[in-house]
């Protein structure tokens, strides 16, 4: 456990609606790990949930959660040690960090090798894909940054945007991490109804996302619900950040005044990239509603909860003015 050191903020600013609880803060990371961890055992075909079958839980009996939540932590205490987004420092976090049995694509892994054995991050980010990565996986954890940069708006927009060159550096990937932040932000502002996807999608600044916000927009006016297939045809259920990011937003907005448990129910059956669905969308119910309202009997059987638990109180503290 690094030692986190913890410095005053600027005052809140004009975008603030209220100042977020210790509760929510826990309740946004505890809400993405275990979304992450209820999440992976429905992931990809029967091959797949077998492995995972073997691999998800510990030697002592714990949910075991993904690279999703292992990546949130390193951005966080990264976060922590070096007072702000350091994306060498980050870079070879994620590299010392990464284990093949958390399930990270293969991409990833190649990427985090390559960092590991010595190439800036720089080079490895385009190495894999020249492009850069258009995944989910910048998206995934960006909810942490949202936590250390609460009352800096136009610092998490850069931060998000800056972490996410390091692993997946195409537009569309920074997009789908600035969204997430965003829209993290919002909730722990206690932006009402669906105000917090519009914000969102204002500060990603992607047309995908602002042709999915249009149909999420008609869905309410309509008072329609999509079933879980029609809402993974419409706004995806997939890896990459165009198929992945609105669908976690609308399904915070969806179950946010219902349980969890509902959430991931619903989640599941989507299919897909089903782990970090859950995981982003449990990072979001978590914000809006907190660690209280999250079922307690599946907290206690994740694997590091008093990791993740310090990670949060750490933030929080760091985040009072």
Known sequence: MPLFILSKKTPQTERSLRAPSENAYRGCLLGLALGDAAGAPYEGGPLERALWGLLGHTRTGKHRWTDDTQ?????????????????????????RSYRWHRGYGPGMARLLKRIRRGESWQQANRA???????????????????????????????????????????????????????????????????????????????????????????????????????????????MTA?????TALYLAWRFRALPFEDLLHFARRLGGDVDTLCAMSGALWGAANGAEALPQERLQRLEQLERLQALADALYQQAQP
């Not at 932590?73 to 976090?93: F, K, Y």
């Not at 999915?212 to 008072?223: D, R, V």
């Not at 165009?242 to 609105?246: D, G, N, R």
Request: some cysteine; charged content about 15%; proline content about 5%.
């Open 71 to 95: 990546m949130t932590l390193d951005l966080g205490e990264s976060l922590l040690v070096c007072q702000g987004l350091n994306p060498d420092h980050l870079a070879e976090a994620f590299a």
């Open 128 to 238: 894999v894909y020249p492009d850069g990565s258009f995944g989910n996986g910048a998206a995934m954890r960006a909810p942490v940054l949202a936590l250390f940069y609460f009352s800096q708006p136009a610092e998490l927009l850069a931060a998000a945007r800056q972490s996410a060159e390091i692993t997946h550096a195409h537009p569309l990937g920074v997009a789908g991490a600035v969204l997430l932040a965003s829209a993290t932000a919002a909730l722990l502002r206690g932006s009402s109804d669906l105000d917090f996807i519009a914000q969102a999608v204002k500060d990603a600044a992607a047309p995908v996302f602002e042709t999915q916000w249009q149909e999420i927009q008609g869905w309410q006016a309509a008072g329609h619900l999509p079933e879980a297939r029609e809402l993974a045809r419409s706004l995806g259920n997939g």
């Open 242 to 246: 165009a198929s992945s990011c609105m």
